[in-house]
């Protein structure tokens, strides 16, 4: 398994942007598929976005709601995974959690079962 650590969460007002940044440790680090899910009390985590590629692409997917506002991204030689989020609404605010699982195969990255490794988590509050 891959170690995460999140940071970047904080409180910002609504229509502000902000970057979560999750660093991994491991050497196999590009090995993985990497997601981004957040909860708030008492809802279950839900997924916000994954990314993952192969030799010639790389592949985002996004949930519906999300798309537009929501971009994720990796570097591979700094280990780390991102989440920029943009015009930020209250409703966005939740526990934001990275993820990591391995690449290939015929995962569903939108699920949480396709992941084996989870971060300690971030706070993002959004006020109106």
């Known amino acids: 398994q891959v170690q995460l650590v999140e940071s970047g969460g904080g409180l910002v007002q609504a229509g502000d942007s902000l970057r979560l940044s999750c660093a991994a440790s491991g050497r196999t680090f590009s090995s993985y598929a990497m997601g981004w899910f957040r909860q708030t009390p008492g809802k279950e985590r839900e997924f916000v976005a994954a990314?993952?590629?192969?030799?010639?692409?790389?592949?985002?997917r996004y949930a519906d709601s999300l798309k537009g506002r929501f971009t994720i991204s990796r570097d591979n030689a700094k280990n780390t995974v991102y989440l920029q989020m943009n015009s930020l609404k209250p409703e966005d605010t939740a526990v934001y959690y990275c993820?990591?699982?391995?690449?290939?195969?015929?995962?569903?990255?939108?699920?949480?079962?396709?992941?084996?490794?989870w971060g300690q988590g971030t706070q993002v509050t959004v006020s109106s």
């Open positions: 990314i993952t590629w192969n030799a010639i692409t790389t592949y985002r």
């Open positions: 993820a990591a699982g391995r690449a290939g195969g015929s995962r569903d990255y939108s699920l949480r079962s396709a992941y084996d490794s």
